[in-house]
């Protein structure tokens, strides 16, 4: 079966610019939550969602934005992107989000940089 | 407010030798635990989570862990390391019914010959 799969890999971009990232979920999985791993760090969680509603949000401002659409794929966009926004992006799947009981299936990440 | 502190940066250990990597948490109520890990390039792998019963919990790869209340730690431990066994290491908390992970800011472990 496939795993979790994000687009693109890497990505280079330069301030002020916009960017979209793209995370397919896994195959029956509703819900689908965005991380942000700056180097040396562990991930920080920005949003989840399920159904196709947000049921979260970490302390991010609101250039970032998602969405999840009906076949449960996301995007993620990061807008006036700034030097500090260079991270890896990491996109997890569940079946319905509830972390405590519910296992999460991590993509291999969007590597950004931010010039 | 929920915490993870992973008191260690990194680690280095001959193959072959055990090793122990260090988690301490911070949360009011029973606590949801895991363990990841994330080779170069790759995401995130769950090694194993707590979520009640036995404080012992059994994983992948050969890793257990111990759930520690009165110390409010959840150490990773493994008898004999490997060199596959290289990598970065986060153990994380979620709450009870919740949406979002915290991780700490991680341990990689060396493995040298």
């Known amino acids: 079966d496939a795993g979790v799969t994000q687009s693109p890999t890497h990505l280079i971009k330069t301030r002020g610019q916009q960017v979209t990232l793209r995370c397919s979920p896994i195959s029956g999985h509703k819900s689908v939550s965005w991380y942000q791993q700056v180097l040396g760090q562990g991930p920080q969680f920005i949003f989840q969602?399920?159904?196709?509603?947000?049921?979260g949000r970490g302390n991010f401002p609101d250039r970032f934005s998602a969405r999840q659409f009906p076949n449960y794929s996301s995007e993620l966009n990061v807008n006036a992107l700034l030097l500090g926004d260079s991270a890896l992006y990491l996109c997890a799947s569940s079946l319905d989000g509830d972390t405590s009981t519910d296992t999460q299936y991590f993509g291999p990440g969007t590597r950004l940089t931010v010039l | 407010a929920q915490s993870v502190t992973q008191p260690d940066i990194h680690i280095t250990v001959s193959e072959g030798a055990s090793l122990e990597l260090r988690c301490n948490y911070s949360y009011g109520a029973t606590p949801y635990l895991f363990w990841y890990v994330q080779s170069p390039g790759q995401g995130l792998q769950l090694l194993l989570k707590?979520?009640?019963?036995?404080?012992l919990v059994q994983g992948i790869k050969g890793f257990e862990a111990e759930f520690k209340r009165s110390q409010s730690s959840f150490n990773l431990r493994k008898p004999s390391v490997h060199w596959s066994d290289a990598a970065e290491y986060f153990c994380?908390?979620?709450?009870?019914?919740?949406?979002?992970?915290?991780f700490g800011a991680g341990t990689r472990l060396f493995v040298k010959a």
């Open positions: 994380a908390v979620a709450s009870t019914g919740g949406f979002k992970t915290i």
């Open positions: 707590y979520f009640s019963g036995d404080t």
């Open positions: 969602y399920y159904e196709k509603e947000e049921r």
